[in-house]
């Protein structure tokens, strides 16, 4: 579903603004809302070779996401991390190569209306194996991937459920509610490969008594690599 290169990925340099309310600490139950901007690009191709930028001009627009987490002290129950990612563009471009999508044929040099969607949502079960100063998490994800790719009016959902590992790691500087911090979710099978990840920087409140509050800004990049017969439609595609 999209391959991820080094190259891609630079265009989804961004920020990423989240607001976090909550509760409570590793130790104690509690529940964390956050919502963010993420300022992303895309790039790479969908179908058969056909270019997402230079045919399409699918260059990426704003992207939006949230999530709900809630953590509690048992040892033997995971965490749960609810996420959703809404990632869409539209545009008209000219088509460079002939080819068939979903039984219409494109001709070179023909002019295109294309959207595409990328929305996923995530479902995350992790355990929080280090609290001390520095947050290691380790867990697994279900992302289940809900788009679509429409070049013309020829359409097809991309759809499927991505089993993926997931790591989140956090470091506190002292004094000061500054941290760093960096989240990945990544699966590799049959030559399909999903890399989605962060680094971030933020400050917090830390308290025991009124909600927590957090800003953090940072650099997502995801990519996927996939054929058609696991997704609908091939796509090799960075954001």
């Known amino acids: 579903m999209g391959r991820c290169t080094s190259l891609m990925f630079m265009a989804a340099l961004g920020c990423v603004l989240v607001f976090a309310g909550g509760a409570a600490r590793a130790d104690f139950l509690g529940v964390y ?5 993420w300022n992303a690009s895309l790039d790479g ?6 270019d997402l930028d230079n045919e ?3 260059d990426g627009d704003a992207a939006n996401s949230f999530y709900v987490r809630f953590e509690h002290p048992v040892p033997v129950l995971p965490n749960i991390r609810l996420a959703r990612t809404s990632i869409t563009d ?16 494109f ?4 002019p295109v209306a294309a959207d595409i969607d990328l929305t996923h949502t995530d479902v995350t079960l992790y355990y929080e194996l280090v609290d001390i100063g520095f947050d290691l998490d380790l ?17 097809e959902d991309v759809e499927g459920l991505l089993p993926m590992l997931y790591a989140h790691g956090k470091f506190g500087l002292p004094f000061s509610g500054m941290y760093l911090g960096a989240e990945a979710n990544a699966i590799s099978y049959s030559g399909n490969r999903v890399l989605d990840y962060a680094l971030k920087v933020g ?12 800003i953090e800004a940072g650099y997502r990049r995801f990519g996927i690599e996939g054929d058609e017969g696991d997704i609908d439609v091939g796509v090799d595609v960075a954001v």
């Open 33 to 37: 809302v956050g919502g963010g901007y």
């Open 107 to 110: 001709t070179a040099s023909q």
């Open 56 to 58: 399409l001009r699918l």
């Open 139 to 155: 867990g697994v994800t279900g992302r289940w991937l809900a788009g679509e790719v429409a070049i013309g009016s020829a359409q």
């Open 45 to 50: 191709d969908v179908v058969a070779n056909v």
């Open 90 to 105: 539209s545009a008209t471009g000219t088509l460079a190569t002939n080819f068939t999508f979903n039984g219409q044929t």
């Open 203 to 214: 400050w917090e409140t830390e308290n025991f008594i009124l909600p927590e509050f957090g």
